[in-house]
């Protein structure tokens, strides 16, 4: 079953559509597949690409650097130049627009930091494509991008599913004609006890979403990026965890100093490909997730927030915005196997 929703004109601008796959449309294992058996494209559309087609599309002279800017280099860390997009953005005398002409897949933009990063990217400029489990909360963020007069496509998205990562990647490649930066933000925290006294699905279950899902993201990203010729930057949001835990958080703190290994990892692996990769590690940051956390152990607000910062408040999704933008532009073009602590202080203590 598949439901839909458009959010926006689909004759003037076709990447409004958001459209919302729900359980039964087959994603393990195999192709997507509608009840029926009929093999179906991410937008729904038979057949469906194969990764040797993606490559191929993300070839497409629409999309080589070398029609964009004669002078890019991704290869030696160079500024990719975009064109008339982003001359005319500063003709009009808007904004910063580090991102015009850019495409972005921004996970967990359902919620919190990954719908403050999605909305940031595309005031900036970006196309966006939208991934999470929650699709309404998704298509609203997309709707959000989109009265701001945005860019977004939302795809219902599992992360710890190769084959959904696969779609979310293939899709902005099919919508926004490319990849360019990344944001692998989608995660749960859900523990309150020693590691005694842990599940062992309780450990797996966050294994899966919070670090195997980095690892797909980050393969499926760098993939079209790598094949696309012109690089790109990826920016997966660790935590103060990668560095120092907190009590009874032991699965959620091996996932997050995972995602700081494969943040190391892929930067390595990736430069020669002209893939910078990068990671945000948050503190105490206001979000459903943190409020979620410090209720189930029955703590009051002002008391974590004096503990886990040097200002002793939470910091905003917005100041973590800032960061991963930061890292995600061009203006940390020299930046790279990075873990930048956006935490108020909490790990200077
Ligand atoms: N809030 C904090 O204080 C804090 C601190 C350090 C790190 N972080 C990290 O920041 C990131 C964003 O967290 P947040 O605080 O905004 O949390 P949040 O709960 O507001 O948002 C997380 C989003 O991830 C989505 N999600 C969960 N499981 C998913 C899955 N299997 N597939 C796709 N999407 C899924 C959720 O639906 C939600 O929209 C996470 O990686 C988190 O670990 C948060």
């Known amino acids: 079953m598949e439901s839909y929703d458009v959010v926006g004109p689909l004759d003037t601008a076709p990447y409004y559509a958001v459209r919302v796959y729900s359980g ?7 192709p997507r597949t509608d009840t029926s058996g009929q093999v179906l494209d991410v937008d729904g559309a038979p057949p ?3 990764l040797r087609r993606w490559h191929r599309d993300a070839l497409d002279p629409r999309h080589d650097v070398r029609r964009r800017g004669r002078d890019a280099g991704p290869r030696d860390g160079r500024r990719l130049q975009v064109g ?3 001359r005319r953005a500063s003709a009009r005398g808007g904004g910063v627009t ?6 972005a897949v921004v996970t967990g933009a359902a919620s919190g930091m990954g ?7 595309a005031a900036e400029g970006a196309s ?5 489990v929650n699709a309404d909360e998704g298509a609203e963020t997309a709707g959000m991008v989109e009265r701001a007069g945005g860019r977004a496509a939302f795809l219902r998205t599992d992360v710890s599913d190769g084959g959904d990562v696969r779609a979310m990647v293939e899709l902005s490649v099919s919508v926004h004609g490319g990849l360019d930066l990344g944001v692998n933000a989608a995660a749960i925290e859900n523990e309150t006890l020693p590691i005694a006294d842990c599940e062992e699905a309780t450990f797996d279950r966050m294994i899966a979403v919070n670090l195997r899902s980095v690892f797909l993201c980050m393969k499926y990203e760098a993939q079209i990026m790598r094949a696309s010729g012109r690089g790109g930057s990826i920016v997966n949001i660790a935590s103060t965890n990668s560095f120092r835990p907190q009590p009874n958080q032991a699965a959620y703190t091996a996932s997050k100093h995972g995602v700081l290994g494969l943040t190391r990892a892929g930067a390595v692996d990736h430069a020669a490909d002209g893939i910078r990769v990068n990671a945000v590690c948050p503190g105490a940051i206001e979000t459903p997730m943190l409020l979620g956390a410090i209720k189930a152990r029955g703590r009051e607000k002002e008391e974590v927030a004096r503990r886990l910062s040097l200002f002793g408040r939470f910091g905003s999704t917005e100041e973590i915005a800032k960061a991963v933008l930061w890292l995600g532009s061009d203006e940390a073009s020299f930046t790279t196997g990075h873990a930048l602590a956006v935490d108020g202080g909490y790990l200077a203590r």
Do not use: H, M, Q
């Not at 039964?24 to 195999?30: D, P, R, S, V």
């Not at 580090?98 to 495409?103: A, I, K, Q, T, V």
């Not at 719908?115 to 990217?121: D, M, P, Q, T, V």
């Open 128 to 132: 966006v494509v939208l991934a999470d």
């Open 84 to 86: 008339p997009a982003r």
């Open 115 to 121: 719908r403050a990063i999605a909305l940031a990217l």
């Open 48 to 50: 469906r690409r194969s």
């Open 24 to 30: 039964c449309l087959g994603t393990k294992g195999g």
């Open 98 to 103: 580090r991102f015009e002409g850019r495409s």
